[in-house]
């Protein structure tokens, strides 16, 4: 029996577009914080739709504290850079919105504060389990060197099995959640660096530090390798049209 590969595509609902359309508003600057939303039933007649999906949506953009709804006087733009949440940031992402280089700054500058000593302790905790994944995932890359895609895949793999080989399970979690941040910042790197064989030279470096236990080497070169990959993503950035 053959086998079918795809299924139909999913369209999205009413509300979930009227969200998105207003999620970008508010992240472009469009709708600007303090500003005061039309009523819902003129809301509804200027999007053109029924009064339930707008309701949807706007208890969606309530509840990330994108806006704020003051009975008896209207619904308010809150200000995202104060009250906004990291649910916020992936789902800004996840829409596909283009990333201005100060917010890309920032992720990247909040990567190398955590990430180095994230290693650090991974050396101190790490177990065998996780040294015999890690050596899995640098023999997988280095098979795939070539294949840029999945090499950042596996880049993936290898930072977040060393968030678990840390025993910090806030970090595992958060390494559950970076998935799609991850993929999306790490595109242009992948795609643009000039040798990306060098990649599993970098997690082999690491693995040996991790497997002497030598967290100071380990936190200081993880931070060299973040340090060159921020400067490449950054001008690459800046260098677009």
């Known amino acids: 029996m053959e086998t079918e590969h795809f299924v139909p595509v999913a369209r999205r ?33 200027q999007l053109g739709v029924t009064r339930v999906p707008l309701r949807e949506a706007l208890k969606r953009l309530q509840a990330m504290n994108l806006i704020e709804v003051r009975h008896g006087d209207g619904i308010y733009v809150l200000d995202y850079q104060s009250n906004g949440s990291f649910e916020f940031l992936m789902s800004v992402i996840q829409s596909g919105l283009p990333l201005e280089q100060p917010l ?20 101190k905790n790490a177990k065998e389990e996780n040294i015999k994944k890690l050596e899995e995932i640098v023999e997988k890359e280095k098979q795939n060197s070539s294949n ?25 979690l958060l390494y559950n959640s970076l ?38 080497t380990l936190a200081r070169n993880t931070r060299y390798f973040l340090e060159l990959a921020n400067d490449f993503m950054l001008t690459s950035l800046s260098s677009k049209p």
Not at 113 to 120: C, D, G, S
């Open 148 to 172: 840029r895609n999945r090499l950042m895949e596996l880049d993936f793999e290898f930072h977040s099995e060393i968030a678990r080989a840390s025993g910090n399970l806030f970090a595992q």
């Open 179 to 216: 998935r799609p941040v991850y993929l999306t910042l790490s595109a242009q790197f992948f795609q643009s660096v000039p040798e990306p064989e060098q990649i599993p030279a970098h997690a082999e470096i690491i693995l040996e530090a991790l497997k002497r236990g030598d967290g100071d």
């Open 13 to 45: 609902k009413v509300s979930d577009e009227i969200f998105l359309m207003l999620q970008e508003k508010i992240f472009l600057g469009t709708l600007k914080a303090g500003e005061k939303l039309p009523p819902e039933r003129e809301l509804s007649r």
């Open 104 to 123: 890309v700054k920032s992720i990247l500058e909040f990567r190398i504060i955590v990430v180095p000593e994230l290693f650090r302790l991974a050396a």
